[in-house]
């Protein structure tokens, strides 16, 4: 199966290595089997504040220069988080992935627990959409959501 990964991330230089390393593993090992395309997404999102994009940029444009990453989306001025993301989606359909992941910078997989969505996954072939229940990190690396943020 080929995987589409779209990467979100903005003022997250201190989550990013941890949260991207493990796709960018999975990339490099072919987790499962699978082949990974990483479109990564740093743009301000219209309605939300979260000021500049810091160092996370930067580590971006170097994964994508190290070839860690197949697509940087950025933008200075705020676009709709909608607008951004789909930026990233068009780009992945383009190269022909066969299944979209949305992954934010402050949700931090293993490397097991990516296998074993890729295997519940196949297992599955005939539904259209997953969920996931993550902790979600708000603020800082200890602080995270107790309802699970999971919208479609």
Known sequence: MKVGLIFTAWDAESYLPRSLAPWVSARHS????????IAAVNCPFIGFDFGSPGGTRDILQTCLNRGEIDHLVTSDV?????DARSQALRWLVEHGVELIVQWDSD????????SRIFAFVEQTPLVAW???????????????????????
Not at 30 to 37: T, V
Not at 78 to 82: D, F, G, Q
Not at 107 to 114: D, G, N, R, V
Not at 143 to 150: D, G, N, Q, V
């Open 30 to 37: 072919k987790l499962g089997g699978h082949d990974y395309m």
């Open 78 to 82: 705020p676009v709709t988080e909608i």
């Open 130 to 152: 997953y969920r996931l229940c993550l902790k979600n990190f708000v603020f800082d690396d200890k602080t995270y959501l107790t309802e699970p943020f999971t919208p479609p």
């Open 107 to 114: 949700e931090m997989p293993e490397a097991h627990q990516i």
